[in-house]
């Protein structure tokens, strides 16, 4: 038997937790799913992949202002 995922929200998802981006870290890979369709598809990708994602969005995101 596999082990569950522990899903986790972006902290930037709010309070509403309507639309939100949910990831889990499993099996050398990182899985993100939509909340609102829990049981859908998944995107499973590796924790290289992934950190270079952050990595990439970070530096194109335009400022937040504070």
């Known amino acids: 038997m596999g082990t569950s995922p522990v899903w986790r929200r972006s902290t930037y998802s709010g309070n509403s937790g309507d639309d939100c981006v949910e990831i889990a870290h499993l099996d050398a890979r990182v899985h993100v799913r ?7 598809s998944r995107l499973a990708v590796s924790s290289s992949a992934w950190a270079e994602f952050l990595n990439h969005v970070a530096e194109t995101a335009p400022s937040q202002p504070t």
């Not at 939509?34 to 859908?40: I, L, N, P, Q, V």
């Open 34 to 40: 939509d909340s609102k369709r829990a049981t859908g």
